[in-house]
């Protein structure tokens, strides 16, 4: 297995970031499976990677926080001893007006969301091969806006810029830097979504459905691919034809 090409996927525990780390397994990746909290989900997830017939670890460590993502990669480093695809998934969620949005709700979905793919990323850099590939879940709030997002959309907005600049510079090492931003999909992060308000989303999506996590997934395991290799420092909308 140690001539597999290794992935780590942030929040790789459940929903989005759990779909892209079986996809990958399937894709012959060896997969890391960073969680924050939920351990249990974490090593179900590799459970399931492993299945595979290639190779799993999941990793406890908090994007927000600069060292626990040094010593992330440590620990990959030693396991693995390479690092070729990225996949910077984790995320939060705090919505509110403006208005009535507190400090430590902007800084607790910025410091996730944005920090968390600079913490994260930085890190990793020294063990990404050349020709390897960073995948950054931005979303759709990011390009439009969302009502009750302002911390969010400027996240992953932010999310954006970085991957178009970090395009421009990792070009010369045939590393791919590219974006992924969802639609409405369907996990723990939108459960709460009150009805009326998923009723109004969904009918304004063209297909006529929610996205699933495997949704997402499929488009992140296609720009890891080979057959990715000349497309960088793109924002991907996978979405259903939504557009708020
Ligand atoms: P989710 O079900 O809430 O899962 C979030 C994942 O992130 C969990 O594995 C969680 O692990 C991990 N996580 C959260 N904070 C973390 C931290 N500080 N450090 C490390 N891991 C952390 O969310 P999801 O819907 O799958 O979303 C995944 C990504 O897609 C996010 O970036 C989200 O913004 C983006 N996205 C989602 C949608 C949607 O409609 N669902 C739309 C657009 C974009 P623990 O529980 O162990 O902490």
Redesign the pocket.
Known sequence: MEDKKVALV????????RAIALELARYNFNVAV?????EK??LNAVEEIKKQKVDGIAIK????NFDECAAMMEIIKKKFNRLDVLVN?????FDKSLKNMAKEQWELVLK??LD?TFNVTKNALPLIRDGGRIIN?????GINGNFGQTNYAAS?AGIIGFTKSLAKELGRHKITVNAVA????D????KNVPFIRKRIIMAMIPIGRAGT?EDIANSVAFLASERASYITGQVIRVDGGLNF
Do not use: C, Q, W, Y
Request: cysteine-free; glycine content about 16%; charged content about 15%.
């Open positions: 942030t929040g790789g525990s459940r929903g989005i970031g960073n969680f924050n909290k939920d989900e974490a460590a908090n994007v927000s998934n984790a995320g939060a969620l996730t969301n968390g879940i931005s979303s759709i709030a992953k969802p639609g409405f999909i996990t723990e992060m939108t996590p």
